[in-house]
């Protein structure tokens, strides 16, 4: 497993923009496909994006396309999520999430995911 440290949420208005980092410890990120989860108060865990472990392929949910963009640096071991023109309906605890791969493709399954951070919260509000 690797060790994933988030960091970047906070209040924001409707209508700004955030950028949330993942940092990795302990193995050679590049053998890892890395996705951000998010859950709200009293809603189920949900998939946000992901990414392909050399960042060739980019995955997102529906809510969200268009206004976040999923990037990765391997050299400095840390994924990042850029959220833009946020929403209320974006306010949850934003999880960065990583499983071992020799593949190039990604699952958005949270149960495949074996590292989990400690998550960051990220509030839209006026």
Same mark, same amino acid.
């Given at each position: 497993?690797?060790?994933?440290?988030?960091?970047?949420?906070?209040?924001?208005?409707? &209508? &700004?923009?955030?950028?949330?980092?993942?940092?990795?410890?302990?193995?050679?990120?590049?053998?890892?496909?890395?996705?951000?989860?998010?859950?709200?108060?009293?809603?189920?865990?949900?998939?946000?994006?992901?990414?392909?472990?050399?960042?060739?392929?980019?995955?997102?949910?529906?809510?969200?396309? &268009?206004?976040?963009?999923?990037?990765?640096?391997?050299?400095?071991?840390?994924?990042?999520?850029?959220?833009?023109?946020?929403?209320?309906?974006?306010?949850?605890?934003?999880?960065?999430?990583?499983?071992?791969?020799?593949?190039?493709?990604?699952?958005?399954?949270?149960?495949?995911?074996?590292?989990? &951070?400690?998550?960051?919260?990220?509030?839209?509000?006026?």
């Amino acid at each position: 497993q690797v060790q994933l440290v988030e960091s970047g949420g906070g209040l924001v208005q409707p &209508g &700004g923009s955030l950028r949330l980092s993942c940092a990795a410890s302990g193995r050679t990120f590049s053998n890892y496909a890395v996705g951000w989860f998010r859950q709200a108060p009293m809603k189920e865990r949900e998939f946000v994006a992901a990414i392909n472990r050399i960042g060739s392929a980019t995955y997102y949910a529906d809510s969200v396309k &268009g206004r976040f963009t999923i990037s990765r640096d391997n050299a400095k071991n840390t994924v990042s999520l850029d959220v833009n023109n946020l929403k209320p309906e974006d306010t949850a605890v934003y999880y960065c999430a990583a499983y071992p791969t020799r593949g190039l493709s990604v699952t958005t399954s949270p149960e495949i995911y074996d590292s989990w &951070g400690q998550g960051t919260q990220v509030t839209v509000s006026s």
